[in-house]
């Protein structure tokens, strides 16, 4: 019984190349783990924004990650009218 099991493992695993089961497979873009603190309405609003847009553009498949990215990518090439938006709320 140890050695068909032990052979049913190996087949697996070739069959599944060499990732093991808890390993993620490897993204196109190096991510890096940061923790930022929110206004919760703030918050809330990026994620029924990520709902409405994941529905809208269903079926394409997005990520809640790859939809804040654009929104702050978005921000990044409009820093002009983000600095209009802080010099009125001083």
Request: glycine letters at 4%; aromatic letters at 6%; charged letters at 35%.
């Amino acid at each position: 019984m140890t050695e068909d099991t032990n052979e049913h493992i190996t087949t697996t695993a070739k069959s599944t190349g060499n990732r093991t089961s808890g390993e993620k497979e490897q993204r196109e873009r190096p991510r890096v783990h940061r923790s930022i603190y929110l206004e919760r309405t703030l918050y809330d609003r990026l994620g029924e924004a990520y709902k409405t847009t994941s529905h809208e553009l269903y079926p394409q498949e997005v990520r809640k990650s790859t939809f804040i990215e654009a929104c702050i990518a978005y921000a990044l090439d409009h820093l002009s009218d983000i600095k209009t938006v802080l010099r009125k709320d001083q």
